[in-house]
Nanobody, 120 residues
Framework: VQLVESGGGAVQPGGSLRLSCAASGSTLDYYGIGWFRQAPGKEREGVSCIRTTDAFTTYADSVKGRFTISRNNAKNTVYLQMNSLKPEDTAVYYC??????????????WGQGTLVTVSS
């Protein structure tokens, strides 16, 4: 299984980015796909998750109302639309297959990560 993230980059505060996570196989083979991030000097944290069957979603409190996760099972791709970006959103963002979305549990297959930098 291979997951490939794309869409990262540098943006000013208040800007937007859309991250993509493309899977080599069918996303329906997995319970869910989660987005995680790791900022410099901090532990990796779960940001958002989507259940591939029914699109049930979860979000970290820090991104609720600003980020939106979605999936296109026909394209085996999960997206993370990030709006109203803040400097504290700066991190490397990873997608991973998960066995539970509420607690981002059981991450197994990971992408290589994509860097998001929010700075003026």
């Amino acid at each position: 299984v291979q997951l490939v993230e794309s869409g990262g980059g540098a943006v000013q505060p208040g800007g937007s980015l859309r991250l993509s996570c493309a899977a080599s196989g069918s996303t329906l083979d997995y319970y869910g796909i989660g987005w995680f991030r790791q900022a410099p000097g901090k532990e990796r944290e779960g940001v958002s998750c989507i259940r591939t069957t029914d699109a049930f979603t979860t979000y970290a409190d820090s991104v609720k109302g600003r980020f939106t996760i979605s999936r296109n099972n026909a394209k085996n791709t999960v997206y993370l639309q990030m709006n109203s970006l803040k400097p504290e959103d700066t991190a490397v963002y990873y997608c991973a297959t998960v066995s539970g979305c509420r607690t981002y549990s059981g991450p197994r297959y990971w992408g290589q990560g994509t860097l998001v930098t929010v700075s003026s």
